[in-house]
């Protein structure tokens, strides 16, 4: 998986492109955050739109996610959801967890 940051304001906007899955990605996105949160950054974006396949593993990473970025006094938006993305989200019960968006504009609006 890549991950390209951009920072708007005091908002980080990671794009992901690829899969999330236990052999792609998890890694990627674990150590991207880790160098993120440790940067000072605590309102984070996660803009799924090219992430073309999520396993169970990667799901659990994005709860991790969540996480990790909630305990550490931030707060995490999930932006361009695909349908293969969140049917898995809200099959599990975990789309009440995250909060999603489906534009970039309304996902940095978001933060208080």
């Given amino acids: 998986m890549k991950i390209t940051t951009r920072i708007i304001g005091d908002v980080r906007i990671l794009d ?3 899969k999330i ?3 792609e990605g998890m890694l990627s996105l674990r150590n ?12 984070i ?3 799924l739109a090219h992430i073309k396949y999520i396993d169970s593993s990667g799901i659990g990473e994005l709860v991790n996610t969540h996480n990790s970025v909630t305990n550490d006094g931030g707060q995490l938006r999930l932006l361009n959801l695909t349908k293969k993305l969140s049917d898995p ?4 019960k ?3 967890v995250f909060k999603s968006f489906n534009d970039e504009k ?3 609006a978001s933060f208080n």
């Fill in 16 to 18: 992901c492109t690829g």
């Fill in 21 to 23: 899955t236990l052999d």
């Fill in 32 to 43: 991207t955050l880790h160098d993120t949160l440790h940067s000072g950054a605590n309102k």
């Fill in 45 to 47: 974006v996660l803009n």
């Fill in 89 to 92: 989200l809200v099959i599990t």
């Fill in 94 to 96: 975990l789309m009440m």
């Fill in 106 to 108: 309304t996902a940095l």
